[in-house]
């Protein structure tokens, strides 16, 4: 049997996908680059929020008008959190498969395949892989036991993300995380290290360390700094990301271990969302805009290379013009060097879902885009700072040659990422190679010799 997976969502998501892949390769399927040779569809679906979606269902949609012959398989956030209501209307999907379990993927797919009519019918939750949750807090989810060093990776060459927790326990009003994946449950820190340790043996050189808030990983401030403490003594070359940290709850021994050990990257994702004294105890968040600001300054205080990624909702309940005032002033005090920012989605079972003084989209629309269009110079301001330094770059993909002005070839060029730039979210690296072989996945110093809008233009040392 040959399959085809449709990746869509964050990072935590994609982990899951390269799961079920492991799980389909080790039962004897074969995973296809093409859906056209595929006996089956799998759509790894994203529930976060309302346009996300749209764009899985969608994706199903498309595929059953494209290949009404073939199989399709919903799987992922959406398929966890509707299953029963998409039963009932999304006729185009064949089966549903949620997030609890994926080790289970083979035998729901076997399932699937064999059934004459559509597999969603005679299927029951638990064999979907959607469960109760149960006592899910006090264990850990079963499918970290399979979080394998040799599963396929869907990332770009030599990068690769460890997921380290499942689910959350920050319970921020207007997020639909913890009604799809529980509580928060931590693997524990062996099991991880010794998944670096595979994925170093890989050839894999930046282990991107993910969770829903890897801050709150084992619930304590010790909790992460004694998980990176563990990694620092893998040995070898290679980087250390620190993807999403929550910032009411940022644990600041992380600044000791990046100050001692350069392979922990200094780059922070630390979504802010709001800084306004009436929005962010709305959202359910408890820090202050002072408390923030002071943090990001502790953190450029102690590490002057510190790379801040930020992200921004706009046009939550009851948001007036002076909460969005007090956000843009936010924004021009801590002068993130990344920032996204997302309007507010109305998600059911969400304390959210029930407040009044909703904004109008029109509105939050407006709001999204002067917060984008006054982040510009920044972000271009504070990536002139690296024009001149000799960096490290993890090279990609190859995509062209390059030319002086007077026609004469320079080499090939290169797409990469330097440590200010973490996967698909921020801009790239683009190297002149000079005509040097190179290789997809390794690490290479070069000198940033000019900034061309978000990206890097630098050359080979």
């Not at 039962?27 to 979606?53: P, Q, R, T, W, Y």
């Not at 019918?121 to 469960?131: A, D, P, S, T, V």
């Not at 993807?243 to 992380?254: A, E, I």
């Not at 920044?378 to 002139?384: A, S, V, Y």
Request: aromatic letters at 8%; proline letters at 5%.
């Amino acid at each position: 049997m040959r399959y085809y997976l449709d990746p869509f969502g964050c990072a935590k998501n994609q982990v899951d996908a390269e799961n079920m892949m492991l799980h389909l390769d080790r039962a004897g399927m074969i995973s296809v680059s093409d859906a056209a040779n595929a006996d089956l569809i799998i759509v790894n679906s994203c529930g976060f929020i309302e346009s996300a979606k749209r764009e899985s269902i969608n994706a199903v949609l498309c595929w059953r008008k494209l290949y009404p012959e073939k199989k399709i398989l919903l799987a992922g956030c959406l398929a966890q959190r509707y299953a029963k209501e998409l039963a009932g209307t999304l006729s185009e999907a064949d089966g549903f498969f949620g997030v609890e379990d994926v080790t289970k993927i083979a035998e729901a797919v076997e399932g699937l395949m064999g059934s004459r009519e559509s597999g969603k019918l005679g299927m029951r939750n638990e064999e979907l892989g959607i469960k109760e949750r149960g006592s899910l807090a006090n264990r850990v989810s079963s499918h970290f036991s399979f979080a394998s060093s040799s599963r396929p990776l869907l990332s770009l060459p030599g990068s690769a993300y460890v997921k380290i927790s499942e689910g959350c326990d920050n319970r921020c009003s207007y997020c639909a995380i913890p009604l799809i994946r529980g509580p928060l449950r931590c693997r524990i820190v062996p099991d991880i290290a010794g998944e670096c340790r595979g994925l170093l043996a890989r050839g894999i050189r930046e282990l991107c360390i993910i969770g829903q808030d890897i801050g709150s990983y084992r619930s304590g401030n010790s909790g992460l700094p004694e998980l990176l403490n563990a990694i620092a003594e893998i040995e070898g070359d290679f980087w250390v990301r620190l993807l999403y940290m929550h910032p009411d709850h940022f644990p600041l021994p992380v600044l000791d271990i990046m100050e001692r050990d350069p392979r922990f990257l200094p780059y922070f994702d630390i979504p802010f969302q709001h800084s306004s004294p009436a929005m962010l105890p709305a959202m359910n968040r408890h820090g202050t805009a002072a408390a923030y600001i002071a943090l990001v300054e502790t953190i450029r205080r102690r590490i002057p290379s510190a790379v801040i990624r930020t992200t921004f909702l706009l046009g939550f309940p009851g948001e007036t013009d002076a909460d969005f005032a007090a956000l843009l002033d936010f924004q021009q005090k801590i002068r993130a060097d990344w920032l996204g920012c997302f309007s507010w989605s109305r998600e059911e079972g969400t304390p959210a879902y029930v407040m009044k003084g909703r904004v109008s989209k029109k509105i939050a629309a407006k709001r999204q885009r002067e917060i984008e269009e006054k982040q510009i110079p920044i972000t271009g301001e504070n990536m002139d700072r690296f024009v001149g330094q000799t960096l490290d770059v993890l090279l990609e993909e190859q995509f062209g040659d390059d030319s002086e002005e007077n026609g004469k070839p320079e080499g090939k060029l290169w797409l990469g990422r330097l440590y200010c730039h973490a996967p698909e979210v921020d801009g790239s690296a683009v190297v002149l190679s000079d005509n040097l072989e190179l290789t997809a996945g390794t690490i290479i110093p070069c000198r940033v010799i000019a900034r061309r809008g978000y990206d890097c233009l630098a050359r080979i040392v």
